[in-house]
């Protein structure tokens, strides 16, 4: 089945860093989607892909399509204590069929922000 | 925006008893709904795929029998572990996404199992 790497497993950043995580599949997914999870919770969508190349921004966060449909990056601006969580990415292959909204989540990166 | 609500949150039972979690979408028509579950630091990994007015689809060596899936109406989804054991313990979470479209799939805030 399809499969998707997620990497870096963990950082230890300080505070005002900028952070930077991707994912790669062995196949082309559709839609690519980022989500941020905190402990006990269930995940929260930061940023959603649709386009292969499509560059999209949420406030410090920037994540792109990547143009072979098979990865993704997410960048987080001059991080805060508050964007300590784990954060995944998700593929999906998209409207239609039995496929539509199954997501493959990546293996997560869980962020520390040292104050 | 959309909010998917899921109960309990948290529950704590004996081993061989039933526990019924519910998935709700409070504003929206949810004909698919997704149920996942997550170990310690681990990925969500999908368990079943809950259509509405029809049988689940579940994911390979997911046992149909153990947990049961109803997804009765467009906005409710229950996933009922029966006959629960301690390696049932584990963070369950729902999902759901609406009649087509770009649609972005919403979480619930997942429920933590026990089995003791």
């Known amino acids: 089945g399809q499969q998707l790497n997620q990497s870096p497993q963990s950082m230890f950043i300080q505070e005002g860093e900028d952070v930077s995580m991707n994912c790669t599949s062995s196949?082309?997914?559709?839609?690519w989607l980022w989500y941020k999870q905190d402990p006990g919770e269930g995940p929260v969508l930061l940023i959603a892909?649709?386009?292969?190349?499509e560059l999209t921004s949420n406030g410090r966060l920037t994540a792109q399509f990547g143009i072979t449909r098979k990865d993704s990056f997410l960048n987080i601006s001059a991080s805060i204590p508050s964007d300590v969580g784990i954060y995944f990415c998700?593929?999906?292959?998209?409207?239609?069929?039995?496929?539509?909204?199954?997501?493959?989540f990546g293996q997560g990166t869980i962020l520390t922000v040292h104050p | 925006g959309a909010v998917v609500s899921q109960h309990p949150s948290r529950v704590i039972c004996k081993s061989g008893t039933s526990v019924k979690i519910e998935c709700r979408s409070l504003?929206?028509?949810?004909?698919?709904m997704f149920w996942y579950r997550q170990f310690p630091k681990q990925s969500l990994m999908l368990m079943a795929t809950s259509n509405e007015g029809s049988k689940a689809t579940y994911e390979q060596g997911v046992e149909k029998d153990k947990f049961l899936i109803n997804h009765a109406s467009l906005t409710l989804s229950t996933l009922t572990v029966t006959s629960a054991h301690p390696e049932d313990s584990s963070f369950y979470i729902c999902?759901?996404?609406?009649?087509?479209?770009?649609?972005?799939?919403?979480f619930g805030s997942g429920t933590q199992l026990s089995v003791l």
């Open positions: 892909l649709y386009k292969a190349g």
């Open positions: 196949s082309i997914f559709n839609t």
């Open positions: 999902s759901a996404g609406g009649r087509g479209g770009r649609e972005k799939l919403f």
């Open positions: 998700a593929g999906q292959l998209g409207a239609g069929g039995t496929s539509y909204g199954k997501l493959t």
């Open positions: 504003d929206f028509q949810a004909t698919t």
